[in-house]
């Protein structure tokens, strides 16, 4: 007799977990998606025959068994990218035979450069910062004296208290340089002042870029010959290339899935769950609006706060849910925009079609707009969009369901967008092709609120002998999709090896180790 196992969610952590799971034939899989499309955030959308990548995602990871298994599901390509091969620009390509030609082959994964700049007092800046003359003579020369002093100042007498992330900033970048770039844009992102937001998000996202490493950086860029993908010795933050599926990334977790249910996994779409009844530290059985299961495992991706709020069971005190009910996530709109051209043009050494900038996204830290980020998807992937003679961009807003910008209807958000790109001189109106609007829910757990206590949940979580959370949303931690996927995999193995401690799927994306050089 197989063994269920109940999968809540597929996204990159649930798929991953399907297809690990799949490959062994002692499990009876299914997987239950609220929704009726697969690959979470990760998922891309098809509008109008252009793609739009939710939030953006490099496919990049410190963790050699990721990126094999991302090159196992796509193969890399054997000769460069229609983009690349127009504008002779040399990257990478795989030297295995019948290696894909993307212009021929769909089943493929890119190699592309990475290029992301800073818009700040309408001029562009490199991200992350660097100390180069443009970066000089776009701030001046008493601002990048103050940055300077203060930065050496912190390195001398660092703030002891780095329980907040403004303090988290002011230590690694100083006090000068975090009111330049860190402050006003983080509190955009997040809708609270830093000083109110936990550290742990730094230490989830950045934990190991200073000022130091980024100039150490950009001098070896300058001596050394170019880093192959892998690019063990870099930062993430500050990696040059990276992996990307031709037609985006919803691409690749629509071929895992393809290759789960051929393996014999099940997928109900639709299938929200909204109750899950414990009994003897144990899940019992799991409802959602039209069925009853019972399972050996569970593995769940959903929101703790959900997954909580769904839980019947006599030793759930109110602490515990009264810490979960105050979880705070932020949500996400993206408005595509397609354009005949932009009123800037690419001043940088990277050679692009119609010398469109060849950006992939540009952090908006003009305090004047709402606009957090702009994806411009041409340069994600050329086959992104339709007309690669026209320019296809997502502009992304982070608010709050039920906020001023989330209660925008779909048209008056497309409004809202291009007169913002006109306030910041990126566009004429006239140029405007076509829009779209994607909301998403619950896109990042927040770290304030009642964060600073979900111990307390995870300790009541990991009494429940067969549930398993992971990913983003179910361990309720800002993890990229590769630490999404990492915590997918450990649970496989806790479920295959009957290793019934929880702690190794914590651990993923906490320690240094991990993210600076395994």
């Not at 002692?26 to 697969?38: G, P, Q, V």
């Not at 990760?42 to 068994?65: E, M, Q, V, W």
């Not at 969009?385 to 992304?396: A, F, H, T």
């Amino acid at each position: 007799m197989k063994e269920k196992v109940l999968i809540i969610g597929a996204g990159p952590a649930g798929l991953t977990a399907a297809y690990e799971l799949s490959l062994d034939d002692k499990y009876d899989i299914t997987i239950l998606e609220a929704s009726n499309e697969i690959g979470g955030i990760s998922r891309t959308i098809l509008y109008n025959g252009n793609r739009i990548d939710i939030g953006g995602h490099r496919f990049f990871s410190k963790s050699d068994r990721v990126m094999n298994w991302w090159q196992n599901i796509l193969p890399i390509q054997g000769s460069l990218a229609k983009d690349y091969k127009q504008t002779k620009t040399i990257t990478e390509v795989s030297t295995l035979e019948n290696a894909p030609d993307p212009d021929i082959e769909d089943k493929v994964l890119l190699i592309r450069n990475r290029l992301s700049r800073i818009l700040f007092l309408r001029k562009f800046f490199d991200y992350p910062i660097s100390l180069s003359l443009k970066t000089v003579k776009n701030l001046g020369i008493i601002r990048i004296i103050k940055i300077g002093m203060s930065y050496i100042y912190r390195t001398f007498f660092p703030l002891k208290d780095e329980s907040t992330l403004e303090n988290f900033f002011i230590n690694r970048f100083g006090n000068e340089l975090y009111k330049t770039f860190f402050k006003d844009y983080t509190q955009k992102v997040w809708g609270v002042p830093c000083d109110k937001i936990s550290s742990q998000w730094g230490a989830q996202r950045i934990k190991g870029l200073s000022i130091t490493k980024t100039i150490m950086h950009a001098l070896k860029k300058n001596f050394k010959s170019k880093e192959n993908i892998n690019q063990k010795n870099i930062e993430t933050t500050l990696i040059e290339k990276f992996f990307y599926p031709k037609f985006g990334p919803g691409q690749l977790w629509e071929e895992v899935l393809n290759i789960c249910l051929s393996n014999g996994v099940k997928i109900e779409k639709l299938s929200l769950v909204d109750k899950l009844i414990i009994e003897d530290n144990q899940i019992k059985k799991l409802f959602t609006a039209s069925k009853e299961y019972e399972s050996n495992h569970i593995i769940s991706t959903m929101p703790i706060k959900d997954l909580i709020n769904s839980i019947e069971d006599k030793k759930l005190d109110n602490k515990v849910k009264n810490i979960a009910q105050n979880l705070v996530y932020r949500d996400f709109i993206t408005v595509g925009i397609l354009l005949e051209k932009l009123k800037i043009n690419n001043d940088t050494n990277f050679k692009t079609i119609n010398n469109i900038i060849p950006d992939n996204w540009i952090y908006i830290q003009e305090s004047d707009v709402k606009v957090g980020r702009i994806q411009v998807f041409n340069n994600w992937s050329p086959y992104m969009i339709e007309n690669p003679d026209k320019i296809w961009i997502g502009l992304e807003y982070f608010c709050n369901v039920g906020d001023e910008i989330w209660n925008l209807s779909k048209d008056e958000l497309k409004e809202f967008a291009i007169n913002e790109l006109v306030k910041i001189d990126l566009i004429d109106k006239k140029d405007v092709i076509d829009s779209t609007v994607i909301k998403v829910e619950k896109a990042y757990p927040a770290y304030f609120g009642s964060y600073d206590n979900f111990e307390e949940i995870k300790k009541y979580i990991n009494t429940i002998k067969n549930l398993y959370c992971v990913g983003r949303n179910g361990m309720n931690r800002y993890n990229n999709m590769d630490h999404s996927m990492l915590s997918a995999m450990e649970a496989v193995k806790n479920i295959q090896n009957n290793i019934k401690s929880k702690d190794n799927i914590w651990s993923v994306n906490t320690e240094e180790e991990y993210h600076e050089s395994k």
